[in-house]
């Protein structure tokens, strides 16, 4: 039976920060909210978590997890970012966006798209991502929270528990989250490129005629 913390969605608890960082690290599969909406995440590199997250969400070997980073200095560990790129990071981030990048020897190979070496990466917003961020110190391997079957994400912390407390080790819940996930934007081939529309808005990266 997974826990269930209540966290302050402006001024989370370090106590309960820290338990839940003491669960990731021990190999544990958390819901946890961010700027867009819930997810699921596990501990860098931990392939039997990242398993059940796959077998959870009935995920191939081909879906892309996100590396959630707590800074832009933590995602340039496993991104390659030149000049353009990081004006273009450092305008919208942290944010509900997702980049798409060329990936450094730090990523496990597990999350590489399987013929190009690139990661999805992102920096929320969200208070309680950021504080589970820095007592971790390092990213949290992720995906959104919608379950096989559903449309949208789910957004209700107690339908979450309702539906996944006897399937992940913990669900944080930091009050009602959003319905739409990031907005996918790819920084690989020069020009910004709109892969997905979500909650974040894709009119800076459209490439003006």
Do not use: W
């Amino acid at each position: 039976m997974g826990q269930f913390f209540q966290i302050h969605a402006e001024n989370p608890q370090a106590r309960l920060v820290k338990q839940a960082v003491d669960i990731i690290r021990a190999g544990g599969v958390v819901v946890y909210p961010t700027d867009s909406s819930y997810a699921l995440g596990c501990k860098l590199g931990d392939k039997a978590a990242l398993d059940r997250i796959r077998h959870l969400r009935r995920l191939d070997d081909k879906h892309n997890f996100t590396l959630v980073c707590r800074d832009l200095s933590q995602l340039g560990e496993y991104a390659k970012v030149d000049t353009s790129a990081f004006r273009l990071l450092k305008a919208h981030t942290p944010g509900p966006y997702t980049f798409i990048l060329d990936a450094t020897r730090e990523v496990p190979r597990m999350l590489l798209h399987p013929k190009r070496r690139t990661i999805g990466l992102r920096v929320p917003a969200n208070p309680i991502a950021q504080a589970l961020l820095a007592e971790l110190g390092e990213p949290l391997m992720s995906v959104t929270l919608i379950l096989p079957g559903d449309q949208e994400a789910l957004n209700d912390p107690y339908e979450i528990r309702e539906r996944l407390e006897k399937l992940v080790d913990l669900i944080i819940d930091g009050g009602y989250g959003g319905l739409e996930p990031s907005t996918v934007v790819s920084l690989v081939d020069g020009d910004p490129q709109v892969l997905r529309e979500g909650c974040g808005d894709p009119q800076p990266f459209r490439v003006q005629a």
